[in-house]
């Protein structure tokens, strides 16, 4: 069992940075991974990002590429969020997630999630 604990998240004006960060309470299997969903109202659950310990692999979801940066403290057991350039599309309610990570061809990953945090708002203003 993993439990999840997330900080961060609130009021951004667009253009501006945030910065999420989620402790985990435990870690399993060679291809251990922790991640980010996010799902604004009235819209379904979004895969933002996701990083695998063992090698510090990181996928991102076509919206947030090039903006978000997904990074790890192993010491810590912590991933961090580092959302750049936020848009007003950016608000939702974000996920902190972990489980596996599994690679497939062309460069492309698979990431299950069983384990999901309670969430944090973020909310950007236009």
């Known amino acids: 069992q993993v439990q999840l604990v997330e900080s961060g998240g609130g009021l951004v004006q667009a253009g501006g940075s945030m910065r999420l960060s989620c402790v985990a309470s435990?870690?399993?299997?060679?291809?251990?991974?922790m991640g980010w969903f996010r799902q604004a109202p009235g819209k379904g659950r979004e895969f933002v990002a996701s990083?695998?310990?063992?090698?510090?692999?990181?996928d991102y979801g076509d919206s947030v590429k090039g903006r978000f940066n997904i990074s790890r403290d192993n010491a810590e057991n912590t991933v961090y969020l580092q959302m750049n350039s936020l848009k007003p599309e950016d608000t939702a309610v974000y996920y902190c997630?972990?489980?596996?990570?599994?690679?497939?061809?062309?460069?492309?990953?698979?990431?299950?999630?069983?384990?999901w945090g309670q969430g944090t708002q973020v909310t950007v203003s236009s």
């Open positions: 435990g870690r399993t299997g060679r291809n251990y991974a």
């Open positions: 990083i695998r310990w063992r090698d510090d692999a990181t």
């Open positions: 997630t972990a489980g596996n990570m599994i690679s497939r061809s062309n460069n492309l990953y698979d990431y299950s999630a069983p384990y």
